[in-house]
């Protein structure tokens, strides 16, 4: 038999049990719609932490008071210290020639108030020049300098969010708002930033002068972090050991002492994000492996009862000629196109989730053509193995015995 032949009896026989047919590929829609779906969605959210990365800045090393742990892609402080000082900041600029320029910073979550409106936000105070080395903008209005700082002026820059939730559709610039119970001139809004890998709006956020959050708002004499440029991508860990030395050094730490603080750069940061997320997507492609394999049962089982009832045809097409290897590409021929179809209709609803997702801004998913070749080739591959079993059952049978059968 000629296999558009083939093809087109394979049509006819799986047309003529539409419910059945149906209820076969539901299996193989899920599993390449999952599949599609997800490898769209890891693609989208890798390509979001990328973006957000190189928004933050490069060249960016971080110094964070204590000791911090990676889980999930996210730091965990696990223990407090309060040895970093601005010192340490005059000392890096020194002792690091890897480095352009640093800035010390440290955040609180406090109310922030204009005449009846109220907002909790958080409020950081900051060093001028670490607007440069994370790549914050200032949409409208001027920066902080830095003798503004060494003077504790208060003065803030708001984020968008905290100026929507404040003041709405009114300028802000040049208004007092009330953060604590200290009154500080809004001089500046930043340009948005969106949110975080945790979900965090970054826009919801007032920056101040660092000694101004420092001894008035905060009634603090250490600070949180410190943040370095380095002056390459390819001078980041150089610019790491550089640090790390520095700080052991001014904190007196002995060579079997551990550090009272954690140094962490951009690269290994988006390292263990990258890392995070695929094994996120692997963990649900896993999914979709299960669905596809119940969907390979569901065909071994449509192929078998498929065999039991066209016994006496198997036994007549032996009887006039056919071969055992005819009999045998008919039913993998049908076992491929539940498959196939299976597999198209799933990209297609897979596609249509994907289009969804991205126009409903659910979530960021680039579609991924690989995906979808690739995941119409595995159902296919599905289909073929798990109907090798009832495709060689059929064409074993001898045309008499099966004849008899009927």
């Not at 047919?21 to 990328?50: E, K, N, P, Q």
């Not at 600029?93 to 005449?115: F, S, W």
Request: net charge neutral.
């Amino acid at each position: 038999m000629k296999h558009s032949q083939n093809i087109g009896l394979s049509v006819r026989l799986l047309t003529a049990h539409p419910l059945r047919t149906t209820l076969s590929i539901l299996a193989v829609v899920l599993g390449v719609g999952i599949l599609l779906v997800m490898v769209s969605i890891g693609d989208g959210m890798r390509a979001s932490i990328r973006d957000l990365f190189r928004s933050m800045g490069t060249n960016l090393v971080m110094i964070k008071a204590g000791k911090l742990e990676h889980f999930g892609g996210h730091p965990h402080q696990e223990s407090i210290s309060t040895s970093l000082v601005l010192k340490d900041v005059e000392a890096l600029r020194k002792g690091c020639p890897d480095m352009v320029r640093g800035a010390g910073g440290v955040m609180r979550n406090l109310k922030a108030r204009y005449g009846a409106m109220v907002t909790q936000t958080f409020v950081e105070g900051m060093e001028d020049e670490g607007f440069a080395i994370r790549n914050l903008e200032v949409a409208r209005g001027r920066s902080f300098d830095a003798q503004e700082d060494a003077a504790r002026r208060p003065v803030a820059i708001l984020g968008p969010t905290v100026v929507k939730n404040l003041f709405g559709e009114q300028d802000p610039l040049g208004q007092h708002i009330i953060l604590g119970t200290l009154p500080f001139r809004v001089v500046g809004v930043t340009k948005a930033m969106g949110t975080d890998m945790g979900g965090r709006d970054q826009d919801d956020i007032i920056f101040v002068p660092l000694q101004t959050g420092m001894r008035r708002l905060f009634k603090m004499t250490w600070i949180e972090t410190i943040f370095l440029e380095a002056s390459g991508e390819d001078r980041l860990y150089a610019l790491e050991e550089q640090a790390n030395a520095v700080l052991r050094k001014r904190h007196h730490i002995g060579p079997k002492q551990d550090d009272d603080f954690t140094v962490m750069n951009q690269s290994a940061l988006l390292a263990g994000a990258l890392e995070a997320s695929t094994t996120m997507t692997n963990l649900v492609l896993a999914v979709a492996g299960i669905s596809m394999l119940v969907a390979g049962i569901g065909i071994l089982a449509v192929m078998l009862m498929a065999v039991r009832e066209r016994r006496w045809e198997i036994g007549l097409r032996r009887a006039i000629g056919a071969r055992r290897g005819d009999i045998l590409l008919q039913f993998l021929s049908e076992a491929a196109m539940l498959s196939l179809g299976g597999g198209l209709l799933g990209v297609a609803v897979g596609s249509l989730c994907i289009w969804a997702c991205n126009s409903w801004d659910l979530v960021r998913a680039d579609y991924s053509v690989p995906a979808a070749l690739g995941a119409c080739a595995l159902s296919v591959v599905t289909g073929v193995i798990f109907g090798i079993y009832p495709a060689r059952k059929a064409a074993a049978m001898e045309p008499v015995e099966a004849i008899n059968q009927r």
